[in-house]
């Protein structure tokens, strides 16, 4: 079942994998690394920030994964 309230990415950042969610529906953001355990949850999001979020996001060459996909599942 297609997620339309959430973002996600996914990248690779010295030799460890990362991936971050916003949840539109309580306007949060979460980092996970490659065990699914939060590192970062920030609550509180603007649209301002989520698009500067998805502007460094395509600097580091993060991946936006498609909604429906489960964690990690793209490897």
């Known amino acids: 079942m ?4 959430e973002h996600i990415w996914v990248w690779v950042q010295d030799s460890l994998l990362y991936k971050a969610v916003y949840r539109l529906k309580d306007c949060s953001f979460i980092v996970y690394n490659d065990q699914d355990e939060v590192i970062l949850r920030y609550t509180g999001v603007t649209p301002e920030q989520l698009e500067q979020l998805q502007r460094m996001f395509v ?3 993060a991946k936006q994964l498609p909604n429906q996909a489960a964690p990690f599942t793209y490897l």
Do not use: Q
Not at 2 to 5: A, D, E, G, Q
């Open 2 to 5: 297609k997620n339309t309230h």
């Open 59 to 61: 600097r580091i060459g």
